[in-house]
């Protein structure tokens, strides 16, 4: 079974940076595409950020410039560096897969920015 663990969340201040983890277990992860996914409260999912299994990243406009995917296949996990962080950033991100979420929902991790 597949299980996914978000971690890295928490509350900064408009401007400042975090490092999201996911890490995965229960499959041939180097095979998978992955992708981050966040929700804001009484917004729809979005799918911010993708990464193929060769590295090849995309992202959604609202973060270009910004965010930043990247995986470590040894490790199982995918990152998602965040800079520059606005208040609409707030939201609790998941990862999952990249073409579409294929895999029960971890926990997801809380951003909060805000001064």
């Known amino acids: 079974q597949v299980q996914l663990v978000e971690s890295g969340g928490g509350l900064v201040q408009p401007g400042g940076s975090l490092r999201l983890s996911c890490v995965a277990s229960g499959l041939i992860f180097s095979l998978y595409h992955m992708g981050w996914y966040r929700q804001a409260p009484g917004k729809q999912q979005e799918l911010v950020a993708t990464i193929t299994n060769r590295g090849s990243t995309n992202y959604t406009d609202s973060i270009k410039g910004r965010f930043t995917i990247s995986r470590d296949n040894a490790r199982k996990t995918i990152y998602l560096q965040m800079n520059s962080l606005k208040p609409e950033d707030t939201a609790t991100y998941y990862c999952?897969?990249?073409?579409?979420?294929?895999?029960?929902w971890g926990q997801g991790t809380q951003v909060t920015v805000s001064s």
């Open positions: 999952n897969g990249g073409q579409s979420p294929i895999f029960k």
